[in-house]
């Protein structure tokens, strides 16, 4: 076991392991830490504690101190100095003719670099423009090609559902989302129904998907055939996935035709396994490729 402390040096952005070393370090409070940038400003978001050995990346830096009221100064300066830098690039990039969109700009807390994060629909030659804010700043100066995914992190926003987005509110790190997510929780296909801020799959489908495939396995698919309490044999018209009902259809009085609702419990159908291939039609077919299309047009 590993004696660390979690520090983040954004909002949302990823928690890094540190040593406290001798210092008594608690949640809330910033640190001065050093990185393979450089000497950084952070804060602390995980309070000593024993981690195993294999989650810590070797070698373990150790927290340089405490930050002081002058470091905290120091940082809203560079906070400060980031959106004159920003305009000062808009300027340089105009200047220089490029099709790329700068999303921000980033200093290290030493001042030995600075970051541009831009998007782009291709390869950019910014040689000559790094050389124009190099000589500007006189410091090392860095440009970081990022996909739409990042750029919503950093810029932020509020969702379809009125609320700040995910992944720039508490979200470390981006999670894997798919078609068959939306597809299981009966969703629309409809890519601009699904898709996020960013034009991706909303993030938010991972969240319940768990649940979903849990109780779509102890479902029969709409078209099945089940056997009622009452012994009739009929076929699976519609299901309630979260209250577990079963409309089926089943022919009483020789002819007549009846839609009955059942908890699926009273049913009698052969159980599907959990990792079924869910059936696209055509039409899902299509979205499911206009979707990919959509991804294919970003840089990742």
Request: with cysteine; charged share 35%; glycine share 6%.
């Amino acid at each position: 076991m590993t004696n660390v402390v979690g520090v983040r040096f954004r909002n949302a952005g990823k928690i890094y392991f540190f040593s406290p070393g001798k210092l008594e370090i608690s949640t809330g409070q910033h640190v001065i830490v050093e990185t393979a940038r450089g000497v950084e400003y952070g804060s602390v978001v995980l309070g000593p504690r024993d981690v195993e050995d294999d989650k810590v990346v070797a070698p373990l830096k150790t927290v340089i101190r405490i930050a002081t009221p002058e470091d905290d100064e120091t940082e809203a300066k560079n906070r400060d100095k980031e959106k004159e830098a920003f305009r000062i690039c808009l300027e340089k990039i105009a200047k220089h003719n490029l099709d790329m969109k700068l999303i921000g700009t980033e200093y290290t807390f030493d001042n030995n670099k600075v970051l541009f994060y831009f998007t782009a629909d291709g390869r950019i030659d910014f040689r000559e423009l790094v050389k124009d804010l190099a000589s500007v700043f006189k410091t090392r100066i860095e440009l970081r090609q990022i996909g739409v995914r990042d750029e919503t992190k950093i810029l932020g926003g509020i969702g379809v559902c009125g609320r700040p987005l995910c992944c720039s509110s508490y979200m470390a790190d981006f999670i894997p989302v798919s078609i068959k997510m939306a597809k299981e929780q009966n969703l629309s296909l409809n890519p601009s129904k699904i898709s996020g801020v960013c034009g991706r799959l909303m993030c938010c489908l991972k969240y319940e998907e768990d649940t979903y495939e849990y109780l779509n396995s102890r479902l029969p698919n709409v078209g099945d055939f089940v056997t009622t309490p009452e012994g009739l044999k009929g076929e699976v018209h519609s299901v309630n996935v979260l209250r577990q009902l079963v409309k089926v259809i089943v022919t009483v009085d020789g002819d007549d035709k009846d839609v009955r609702e059942y908890a699926v419990k009273e049913l009698k159908f052969k159980p599907k396994r959990r990792n079924e291939k869910l059936n696209i039609n055509d039409d899902e077919l299509k979205a499911l490729e206009d979707m990919e299309k959509k991804r294919e047009n970003h840089i990742n």
